[in-house]
Nanobody, 120 residues
Framework: QVQLVESGGGLVQAGGSLRLTCAAS?????????MAWFRQAPGKEREFVAH????????SYGDSVKGRFTISRDNGNNMVYLQMNSVKPEDTAVYYC????????????WGQGTQVTVSS
């Protein structure tokens, strides 16, 4: 069973930076997995932020974060990162790490979330 644990959330001023970390465990390797970050603000639907393929590190981003956020992964330590730059108050949300096998049609594994609050 895959376990995902997020960390790194907190309070940051608009225009600042923050790095979120997702520690993945439960498998010796995550090849053929897609790792992603989602976020959910109060009263809003969950929103796709970014994903990365474990094998090739191919990335994709949601329109609202493109050019400001960067997703990366560390194969050796089974870590996934989300570097958040030039943050805005509208980035305030609970950020979730998620994972799925390429053969799966949906994200099967989720972390507990980490709160990010951006002050204006």
């Amino acid at each position: 069973q895959v376990q995902l644990v997020e960390s790194g959330g907190g309070l940051v001023q608009a225009g600042g930076s923050l790095r979120l970390t997702c520690a993945a465990s439960g498998r010796r390797a995550f090849s053929n997995f897609l790792m992603a970050w989602f976020r959910q603000a109060p009263g809003k639907e969950r929103e796709f932020v970014a994903h990365i393929t474990w094998n090739t590190a191919t990335t994709s981003y949601g329109d609202s974060v493109k050019g400001r956020f960067t997703i990366s992964r560390d194969n050796g330590n089974n870590m996934v990162y989300l570097q958040m730059n030039s943050v805005k108050p509208e980035d305030t949300a609970v950020y979730y790490c998620a994972a799925r096998n390429f053969l799966s049609g949906s994200y099967d594994f989720w972390g507990q979330g980490t709160q990010v609050t951006v002050s204006s």
